[in-house]
């Protein structure tokens, strides 16, 4: 157990774990109140447009994945509000060309794109320092964020027509929580890629919600459960030699059902 | 009188269909007023107009004399009862302290909380106060944002269907509350109930899209049959109590 950690691979992939568990917690908690699943998802996907960028001019995917899932959220924010036409259709509109973009982008871009799998399903053993200093940076933006604007996100969440009434920026605050979802999915790509990251960014709030009732908890509880149950699934997916990202989302989502059968039939 | 709400020819349209056309009206401060009439008659919409939610298409409305966003903060609003979702992560407390919003970096002060458990205590929900929305009833659920809507200890109280899915026991306490409150600000309700809003209020108003009369209830009745386009009785809820006042 203990050589395990002696790999410098295997220290980075800890820390990653703890790093994400903390955006996904605290910006988790509000995809899941205020049912923005589906956008979230769109976001993640139309961030491969930008892994695609970083492929053809050859910068780190990920960098070139902050503006253009920032972009993403602000198109899918206005889309969902201002276009005449339905929600899902915009999302999913947004979403697949975001992802042909990505594909265009790599067609071009000579020579065979090797690890392009990592993007897709995530490689929490090829985060090297530099992502680490990344996600630790794209955490502090999170966490100052919701620190400072928790009233207004906490508003929009749960009454957006009451919030205008109260005097809340409600479109400002709505593209401003979606552009934190847009960073949460950079912190991911790496850890459990573009497919996988939706799982993330919704089990374990919803599974805190659970156990709690009130916002400020269910972040640290949320981030918990996540430490724990990344931490396990990397374990895991060491010890048997299988794909970390995926083996992360099962054993969240197995101790997602066993939490939730557990809760009805105690009561 | 001082005038709390002008509204001044004003027209409302949604692609093309005419929901309000030419509502002139004038709320007085410290006055209860009642708006009434069908469903699908504007109500809702004139009442959003006043807190700036909606635009009219034409015409003119003024809140303490000034752009109803404007006016906001010296607003409260209940807004109808609507499907809403109360699995959200949320207490009664807090769902009330977000009446007192002041605006982005302002935090919510000790009188916000102080004035949460006064309003709280007035509306008889103290002891809910730690309680998630989802295990409240409907009732009580009306209570907590009718307190969100009165913590703002605003000038004028817009109410929409504020008796809907209240229990008749509270409808009672809630009429009492409300003459009590009237001494203090402008009351504007929406209602269904004609028979209980007419012992209570000053004015009736009764829209159908347009605005047929604005009177004392006595003269409201009169017209009632017009509005609605058939004939009304006017029958008591539960509890006994007087149609009109005495003359």
């Known amino acids: 157990m203990l050589e395990f950690f002696e790999y410098q691979f295997m220290q980075n992939a800890f820390i990653a774990a703890t790093l994400i568990s903390i955006a996904c917690g605290v910006v988790g908690t509000y995809i899941v109140a205020k049912r923005i699943v589906s956008i979230s998802g769109g976001i993640s996907h139309a961030a491969f447009g930008g892994v695609g960028l970083g492929y053809f001019l050859g910068l780190n995917p990920v960098i070139t994945a902050i503006p253009f899932s920032v972009i993403a959220a602000f198109l899918m924010g206005i889309a969902t509000k201002k276009v005449k036409i339905s929600e899902d259709t915009a999302i999913g509109i947004l979403w697949s060309v975001g992802m042909s973009l990505g594909i265009i982008f790599i067609s071009l871009t000579p020579g065979y794109a090797a690890d392009l799998f990592n993007y897709l399903f995530g490689n929490i053993l090829t985060v090297t320092r530099t992502d680490l200093w990344m996600m630790l940076i794209l955490d502090f933006i999170i966490v100052a964020s919701v620190i400072l604007f928790n009233r207004e996100f906490t508003a929009i969440s749960f009454d957006e027509e009451f919030s205008k009434v109260l005097g809340v920026p409600v479109n400002l605050f709505y593209l401003l929580l979606l552009t934190l979802v847009a960073l949460s999915v950079v912190i991911l790509i790496k850890v459990v890629g573009i497919i996988l990251v939706i799982a993330l960014l919704t089990i374990p709030a919803v599974t805190a919600r659970q156990f709690t009732s009130r916002i400020p908890r269910l972040m640290v509880l949320a981030s918990i459960i996540g430490i724990i149950f990344t931490s396990a699934g990397l374990w895991l997916s060491y010890i048997l030699d299988v794909s970390s990202g995926a083996t992360i989302v099962m054993i969240l989502a197995t101790f997602f059902i066993i939490t939730y059968i557990g809760k009805e039939l105690v009561g | 009188m001082e005038k709390a709400v002008e509204i001044k020819k004003l027209h409302y349209k949604i692609n093309n269909k005419t929901i309000l056309e030419d509502i002139s009206l004038e709320i007085y401060k410290r006055e209860f007023l009642a708006i009434i009439g069908p469903n699908g008659g504007g109500k809702t919409t004139l009442l959003k107009m006043i807190i700036g939610l909606l635009k009219p298409t034409k015409g003119n409305i003024k809140v303490f004399g000034l752009k109803p966003e404007t006016a906001r903060k010296?607003?409260?609003?209940?807004?109808?009862?609507?499907?809403?979702?109360?699995?959200?992560?949320?207490?009664?407390?807090?769902?009330?302290?977000?009446?007192?919003?002041?605006?982005?970096?302002?935090?919510?002060?000790?009188?916000?909380?102080?004035?949460?458990?006064?309003?709280?205590?007035?509306?008889?929900?103290?002891?809910?106060?730690?309680?998630?929305?989802?295990?409240?009833?409907?009732?009580?659920?009306?209570?907590?944002?009718?307190?969100?809507?009165?913590?703002?200890?605003?000038?004028?109280?817009?109410?929409?269907?504020?008796?809907?899915?209240?229990?008749?026991?509270?409808?009672?306490?809630?009429?009492?509350?409300?003459?009590?409150?009237?001494?203090?600000?402008?009351?504007?309700?929406?209602?269904?109930?004609?028979?209980?809003?007419?012992?209570?209020?000053?004015?009736?108003?009764?829209?159908?899209?347009?605005l047929f009369s604005h009177g004392t209830p006595e003269e409201a009745l009169e017209c009632i049959e017009d509005v609605y386009k058939c004939p009304v009785e006017l029958i008591a809820h539960g509890i006994p109590h007087r149609v009109l006042r005495k003359h």
């Open chain 2, 74 to 210: 010296k607003i409260g609003y209940l807004p109808q009862r609507r499907h809403f979702d109360t699995d959200f992560p949320i207490n009664v407390f807090e769902t009330v302290l977000m009446g007192c919003y002041h605006g982005p970096l302002k935090g919510y002060s000790r009188e916000d909380k102080e004035k949460v458990d006064k309003w709280l205590e007035r509306l008889e929900i103290d002891h809910l106060k730690e309680e998630r929305l989802d295990n409240l009833s409907g009732g009580q659920l009306q209570r907590v944002f009718l307190a969100r809507a009165l913590v703002r200890e605003g000038e004028l109280l817009l109410l929409d269907e504020p008796t809907s899915s209240v229990d008749p026991l509270f409808q009672e306490k809630f009429y009492e509350l409300l003459d009590e409150l009237k001494h203090e600000m402008a009351i504007v309700m929406v209602s269904h109930d004609i028979g209980m809003v007419a012992a209570h209020v000053d004015r009736i108003a009764c829209l159908n899209q347009k």
